[in-house]
């Protein structure tokens, strides 16, 4: 894994150079410089996933131009999650990804890095289109171009953030050369990888090994044996989580900005939350931001219930993480939490009498003990694997 990071900073790092060195007003070899980079990488990885990335952003745009000839019709981008919807499908019916049926030659290069870029990275890129079908919408304008590069661009395509099309217009591209927002890409990228690599492989085996367990790769496949062991597993593979899930967000970013690109920032110290509101407003911002726009808001309009509303739309993005029980749980946990707050404020409820440093500590506690269970429920392996965590955690 660390080989293919130092691979991927060296790959960037060179890109970035020629693509800064030609002129600003080059669009079309700029682009065509991060697309051959971009399909390069991808294919390398998994040539399956570059040919699926590529036939639903020309599905895509195919929606865009029907939506544009119906816009009376506001449904119809929304047919962009097509593909997404029947991936599930499969993948619950036959226990197949339909992307395996597409014909690659037996022994065509496929990396453990990205073998969930067919489901879980189907599930960003798709994202990825409707924002940019509703960005052309607006803008009375849409290329096909910006939609593949902004799909494609090889840093941010398995995890994010998630950007539409605009941030990859001309005008994003013809950005001028800028040495010292590409010496801070390059030192966010080593951030990036210092968590990934580094704090992560920390957390997963040294750490764990100074509180007197087992590395967390053991403690995943063995049974728990006590409440601690439990209550640790989760809090420690949460963080684990969020390591690894920041750590590629800072490499995506900083790799837009060594290519002078805007992408979303995704993470805002989640684990100084205070509570599930505020967790939202620091954790996967481009997707609190996405279900915020285009999920509760129009829920929001059609149903006129808040709580309805969020519950609705986690529990969607809940399934779009994976379709299992236990994303369903996750979902729903998190829509019905943030409706629980958002009634209690509406009701004029008031904080505990107790010191503010206090409530601010137990609130921190709280939330991340809250989004540790939910997530440690979501990403069990199976129903007999959750049995024995729960039965562990409350001490049977």
């Keep these: ?200 492989d920390w957390l997963t085996n040294a750490l764990p090994a100074a509180l007197g367990f087992h590395s967390l790769e053991f403690v995943q496949t063995h049974v728990f044996t006590s409440p601690g062991r439990a209550l640790t597993f989760m809090l420690l593979s949460f963080l684990l989580l969020y390591l690894n899930f920041s750590g590629f967000s800072d490499i995506a970013i900083g790799a837009g900005m060594m290519f002078n690109l805007r992408l979303t920032e995704n993470f805002h110290y989640p684990l100084l939350s205070s509570s599930i509101q505020n967790f939202w407003q620091r954790w996967n911002l481009s997707l609190a931001s996405f279900i915020t726009t285009y999920l509760f808001k129009p829920l929001l309009r059609t149903t006129g219930r808040p709580v309805v509303s969020l519950i609705i739309a986690f529990t969607l993005i809940g399934l779009w993480h994976r379709v299992s029980l236990g994303y369903l749980f996750w979902g729903v946990a998190h829509g019905t939490a943030l409706g629980v707050a958002l009634w209690w404020r509406k009701r004029g409820g008031r904080p505990l009498p107790i010191p503010n440093s206090v409530r601010q500590l137990g609130g921190i506690a709280l939330t991340l003990l809250f989004v540790s269970f939910v997530s440690t429920i979501a990403n069990m392996p199976n129903w007999r694997r959750t049995q024995q965590f729960l039965e562990a955690l409350v001490g049977q």
């Design 1 to 200: 894994m660390l080989a293919t990071f130092t691979v991927l900073v060296v790959l960037t790092t060179v890109a970035s150079l020629i693509y800064n060195a030609i002129p600003s007003q080059v669009t079309w070899l700029r682009r065509g410089l991060i697309l051959l980079v971009s399909a390069t990488v991808i294919y390398t990885f998994n040539p399956r996933t570059l040919a699926i990335a590529i036939l639903i952003t020309v599905f895509a745009f195919g929606v865009y131009i029907l939506a544009r000839r119906f816009p009376s019709l506001s449904w119809i981008p929304w047919l962009v999650m097509a593909p997404l919807v029947l991936n599930a499908i499969s993948e619950v019916a036959f226990d197949r990804n339909w992307g395996d049926l597409l014909p690659f030659p037996t022994g065509s290069p496929v990396s453990p890095m990205i073998t969930q870029l067919a489901t879980l990275g189907l599930s960003f890129y798709s994202f990825k289109l409707y924002i940019s079908i509703k960005e052309g919408l607006h803008a009375d304008r849409l290329r096909v171009r910006d939609m593949l590069t902004g799909v494609l661009f090889f840093p941010s395509f398995p995890i994010g953030p998630i950007d539409g099309a605009a941030a990859f217009n001309d005008a994003a591209i013809r950005r001028p050369a800028n040495p010292r927002l590409w010496l801070l890409g390059l030192a966010r990228i080593g951030m990036g990888g210092a968590k990934v690599y580094l704090v992560a």
